[in-house]
């Protein structure tokens, strides 16, 4: 009862758990202008503690604050979505949680893909020190974008092609797609209409799957994304089910 999503999900798009709290990225309406926050709760009982409203600089195109993100060291950031990342920069800014300060830690594009739009972003490293890898899957395409800084600057961008996908039937990413990198190869890539599947990055081959067990795949992939962890020297992931879940 304490999860509302304003305009059917639309202004609500992405959450991340930090230690004992659950963090829900938000907008005030779908436009450049709103007003942006991060609604804050407990993650044992669900309680809304506070909405953390934020800086003005993160107001920018297309959508602002379309996700939140943590990176390697627990660092909470924000995302905008971009329609065309070879002239709308897509942008992450790392959140004072107590404050609702911002600080721009990246400002990409990519102009080589004819498929341009960006939902969501993720991060391997720690955008504290300036040292960490940016990843971006491409809609309605097979390509997941990585962009590595070294101390706070551009130092490389690459390009990965998805080389196939679960379930077969897909031939590329669908809407909105996410990407979870494992570590500095390895990820997990989900597409709107393909299920969280592991890839290789530096080669593009897709290493694992629903495939090696029905028995335990999706019934719908809409409902995009997933996580891991380790618990109890145990590895874990969970899911989205269906559609509907």
């Known amino acids: 009862d304490n999860i509302t999503f304003g305009n059917n999900g639309s202004y609500n798009r992405g959450m991340c758990a930090v230690g004992d709290y659950v963090y829900m990225a938000g907008r005030a309406d779908n436009d450049n202008s709103a007003t942006i926050y991060l609604r804050k709760f407990d993650g044992k009982t669900g ?6 409203i934020l800086g003005d ?7 602002p604050c379309n996700d939140v993100i943590k990176d390697s060291e627990d660092n909470v950031c924000i995302t905008n979505l971009t329609l065309n990342i070879s002239s709308t920069p897509l942008k992450v800014f790392m959140v004072d949680l107590e404050t609702g300060a911002l ?19 993720s991060i391997y490293g720690d955008v504290a020190t300036g040292n960490f890898q940016l990843y971006a899957a491409v809609s309605k395409s097979k390509y997941v974008i990585r962009w590595t800084f070294v101390d706070g600057e ?19 990413l669908g809407i909105a797609p996410v ?10 890539v989900a597409g709107g209409n393909t299920a969280f599947s592991r890839y290789d990055f530096s080669t593009g081959r897709l290493t694992d799957s629903f495939k090696n067990n ?13 996580v891991y962890f380790t618990l109890n020297n145990q590895k874990f992931i969970v899911y989205p089910y269906s559609d509907y879940t």
């Open 47 to 52: 309680e809304i503690i506070s909405d953390i």
């Open 57 to 63: 600089e993160g107001k920018i195109s297309y959508y």
């Open 103 to 121: 600080t721009e830690v990246a400002s990409v594009t990519y102009s080589v893909l004819s498929s341009t739009r960006v939902d969501h972003a």
């Open 154 to 172: 551009l130092d490389d961008t690459e390009t990965c092609t998805l080389q196939s996908f679960y379930p077969t039937s897909a031939s590329v």
């Open 179 to 188: 990407v979870i990198p494992i570590d500095g190869n390895s990820m997990f």
């Open 214 to 226: 029905t028995s335990l795949a999706p019934t719908g992939y809409e409902a995009n994304g997933g």
